[in-house]
């Protein structure tokens, strides 16, 4: 069985509305355009396909998005991080992002979309705070480094652990991002890793603007942060740029440098790609002491802010031609 003959399957109106189709391990995802349908329409449209593809011999789970013409949607810009994996430094970075922004002087939101295991509360140094609500909707959390910011770690007991199928998870990550976001310019979404059910509903009801991808730099992380790519390409989601973490590192006794994931790796498959890249992160203890204590380096000026500071600037860049001409 492979994605032709599923696709092969479907009637020739449907398979006509497929973008990407992508069996794994029984299980398959089918990215779908849905433009110029209504709602019953594109409701059909999924069952069709789950229908038709979940009978298929070794297909144990049909994953369905349906991808909206031009989604219209008032309020900030999302800008999406993500990875193939775990482990890569993918929150570390984001809310470093979302400071430096901050900095800038622009109003800055974050959602920790990683459902199953939020961190972004360490980080941001809002553990223990509890998110208000106001008709049926939560008000982020003010952290004290000029970010508005909610997670699940907000909403649960520190250290409790959450398991839960993904419909739940995608139902939670959705109220998090339809919070009262007020004035937000940017909102920055720190996805789980991997391309799970939270990423297909953010394709399919709150599609980002663009995309970061962060990678280390040995080759196991840079296969899993290409599907990750590929996932947002075939969505239509725009890629910003690819950023490499835990590039070099410096022994602070000796100062020796060296290479423990390797390096230059992310830039070297940005180029392949055809896509920009937007720096790298040393390997830094610095940065794990001030991630671990919620002073994210980005708030300050000393060693290990300026990676980080080059890498939002080039994000902010992007923002403005976003924009256009005379925009804010």
């Known amino acids: 069985m492979d994605e032709t003959t599923l696709t092969a399957r479907l009637p020739q109106p449907v398979a006509a509305r497929v973008q990407s189709l992508k069996w794994t391990d029984g ?79 622009r109003r800055v939101g974050l959602v920790d979309a990683d459902v199953y295991g939020p961190s972004q509360p360490t980080l941001l140094d809002t553990e223990g705070q509890r998110p208000q609500a106001e008709n049926d909707k939560l008000i982020p959390i003010d952290s004290r480094f000029g970010v508005k910011m909610l997670s699940m770690g907000h909403l649960v007991e520190p250290g409790k652990a959450l398991a839960w199928r993904g419909p739940m998870a995608s139902g939670a990550f959705g109220q998090l991002v339809d919070a009262h976001w007020g004035d937000t310019e940017v909102l920055l979404l720190d996805l789980p890793p991997g391309t799970g059910d939270v990423q297909i509903t953010m394709l399919q009801k709150h599609k980002p603007a663009g995309a970061v991808i962060v990678s280390t730099p040995q080759d196991l992380a840079l296969i899993d942060a290409q599907r990750a790519a590929e996932l947002f390409g075939k969505g239509g989601v725009p890629i910003i740029g690819l950023v490499e973490n835990m590039s070099g590192y410096v022994c602070p006794h000796c100062g020796e440098a060296s290479d423990p994931f390797g390096r230059g790796g992310v830039e070297d498959a940005a180029a392949e790609a055809g896509l920009p890249f937007l720096g790298r992160i040393p390997l830094s203890l610095v940065v794990r002491e001030a991630s671990d204590a919620g002073t994210p380096p980005a708030a300050g000026d000393g060693e290990g802010a300026d990676a980080f500071h080059a890498i939002a600037a080039k994000l902010g860049q992007w923002l403005d031609q976003r924009a256009g001409p005379g925009s804010a």
Do not use: H, Q, W, Y
Request: a positive charge; charged letters at 20%; glycine letters at 14%.
């Open 27 to 105: 299980r398959v995802t089918a990215i779908l355009d849905g433009s110029g349908l209504g709602a019953a329409e594109r409701d059909a449209l999924e069952t069709a396909v789950k229908d038709v593809l979940g009978s298929a011999p070794d297909v144990a789970e049909v994953r369905v998005a349906i991808m909206a013409d031009k989604p219209v949607r008032s309020g900030p810009v999302i800008v999406a991080v993500g990875s193939g994996k775990g482990g890569v430094g993918k929150s570390t970075l984001t809310a470093n992002l979302a400071v430096a922004l901050a900095r800038s002087g």
